[in-house]
């Protein structure tokens, strides 16, 4: 066999995989991390600023929370909005768009005369950049981690709570200058979340051969009494990587989210160059990008079929069929994936929905109204400040216990299966977590309430560590993106909704008591209507059978 015929089998063998579990990958989580501090911090701390945005335009709790219902909600609502535009333009690209749009809105807030004002310049518009934002400051971190991934998603999210501690404090200090001052800035520090998004350059990929492929070929071509054999050097290397002659080029480019070939790839791939590509990831194809569990957790067949899933093969190249696609429809084709509603006719999918739309409404109102009814209760503003920054110290705390155990098992009877054990530990927590916001009524002062505060935080950070994970424990790898985009929905009316609602009870009583009622009472049963799931799995189990 001549020496192109061999080069020619060997391209044909070739396949592209991503390089994860370090290197750049580290550079990428302080990135996410930092954006979890700044954009959190700043949403976290925001009841701070809320109480005096009360006073300056003389409007009520409920008028007032719409401007942090809206932000948050817009924050999560765009979840698939923001997904689609990521997978096509990439983290980068759609993480410095989405710091851009937050500190335009953020810079106008400077200039507020009314509160419907700042609902629109920090609800809608700081709302839609921070959506932008978290997508990719999430992906590009399941992206780039495998074995490592819980741990690293572990260390970005933790942002949330060291920025919590941090904003606290200093929205507290620059009040006394001017509340305009606030906003001054935060648009310094909003801004600051482009330069971490400049840090999330793609991935790096490597050619290897495919075994599967090459194993095929070579029995072939056993069959037909073919031996390879290079004509200067005799039999012909099998190795499956020579990633000597790393180099960014730009041999291989994506275009709306599928892989394509430019004209000098065929000539290049026999030398194993590394390569960048600096368009959009694709992400969508991988279906375990929104785990933020331990790729060990997933059953082997599941977790090969991740990251290393997304590579690229001649075969499968098409680049005219393609080109007809436009970006626009490739936009709306991801989104029709995140939010098919076929999903809902699931019991066990639609009762977590209900549970997460229940654990929304209540998430950001104690934290909303915790200044003000600290302020009811003559606490100083530096005390009220302190009372935040206790939840944001043990909700960190919270984030790291969770991640800790939940892939465990537990040295119990029944703490042998690890999915059982997430539930479990995600139920006891927000029920822990109701009950503790009902009681809120009987702090009457500043040790308990910092005492409620970091045990509000501490509790609820199962909600935000084990969503994702319990997605894939309850309906499965497969369908993760479509269930994920779905509760993000659930999730955005919540935020939405909580908010006033809580503020409508606050102005009707005179007091925020029955607003802390009200949230513990839907984290209550947010939590006690999980208990349910096990028994629908075992008639699901029967049904099958």
Request: proline letters at 3%; charged letters at 15%.
């Amino acid at each position: 066999m001549k020496k192109d015929e061999m080069e020619e089998r060997k391209e044909g063998n070739m396949q592209y995989v991503p390089i994860v579990d370090g290197g750049w990958g580290w550079v990428v989580v302080v990135g996410s991390f930092f954006i979890h501090v700044f954009a959190d911090g700043i949403v976290y701390s925001f009841g701070i600023l809320l109480e005096i945005i009360m006073k300056e335009f003389d409007v009520s709790n409920a008028k007032a929370s719409m401007i942090i219902s809206l932000l948050t909600g817009l924050t999560l609502g765009m979840g698939p909005i923001a997904s689609a535009i990521t997978n096509k333009f990439g983290c980068r690209v759609t993480t410095i768009l989405g710091s851009l749009i937050a500190t335009t809105g953020c810079a106008t807030s400077y200039y507020a005369t009314s509160v419907e004002y700042l609902m629109v310049s920090v609800g809608c518009v700081m709302g839609i950049g921070f959506g932008l934002m978290y997508c990719p400051a999430i992906v590009i971190v399941s992206m780039y981690f495998e074995k490592k991934r819980s741990m690293a998603t572990g260390i970005a999210v933790c942002g949330a709570g060291v920025g919590t501690v941090v904003f606290a404090p200093i929205s507290e200090a620059l009040i006394k200058i001017s509340w305009r001052t606030v906003f001054a800035v935060y648009t310094v520090i909003v801004l600051m979340c482009s330069l971490c998004g400049a840090t999330f350059r793609s991935l790096t990929f490597v050619a290897v051969e495919d075994e599967t492929k090459k194993k095929k070929v070579l029995e072939e071509d056993e069959k037909n009494g073919f031996v390879e054999m290079d004509e200067e050097n005799g039999p012909l290397s099998t190795t499956l990587l020579a990633s000597h002659n790393q180099q960014d080029i730009n041999d291989v480019e994506e275009k709306n989210g599928k892989w394509e070939r430019s004209k000098s790839l065929a000539s290049n791939i026999s030398h194993g160059r590394s390569r960048r590509f600096s368009e959009s990831t694709g992400f969508i194809a991988v279906k375990d990008v929104f785990y933020t569990g331990s790729m060990n957790e997933l059953p082997q067949t599941e977790c090969h079929r991740s990251l290393t899933s997304l590579n690229i093969k001649d075969d499968k190249l098409n680049l005219k069929e393609e080109e007809k696609i436009s970006k626009t429809r490739g936009i709306l084709r991801t989104m029709e994936k995140m939010t098919n509603i076929s999903l809902l006719a699931n019991p066990i999918f639609l009762l977590y929905a209900i549970s997460n739309l229940l654990t929304s409404i209540a998430f950001n109102s104690p934290l909303v109204f915790l200044p003000s009814h600290a302020t009811n209760l003559r606490l100083t503003p530096t005390q009220s400040a302190s009372v935040i920054s206790a939840f944001g110290i043990m909700n960190t705390v919270g984030r790291i216990l969770v991640g800790l155990i939940s892939d465990r098992k537990l040295p119990c009877k029944y703490g042998k299966d690890r999915a059982q054990n997430r539930l479990w530990i995600y139920v006891s927590s927000l029920t822990l977590c109701g009950l503790l916001t009902t009681g809120v009524l009987f702090c009457d002062g500043y040790i308990t309430l910092a005492m409620y505060s970091g045990l509000f935080g501490l509790t609820l950070s199962s909600y935000v560590c084990l969503t994702s994970v319990l997605l894939v424990d309850l309906i499965g790898i497969e369908k993760l993106t479509n269930a994920f985009g779905l509760i993000l929905l659930f999730q955005g009316i919540g935020t939405v909704i909580g908010p006033p609602i809580s503020g409508q009870l606050a102005d009707l009583t005179g007091s925020y008591n029955m607003s802390f009622v009200f949230c513990g009472v839907a984290l209550l049963i947010s939590g006690l209507m999980l208990v349910f799931v096990p028994q629908i799995q075992r008639k699901q189990t029967v049904a099958v059978a």
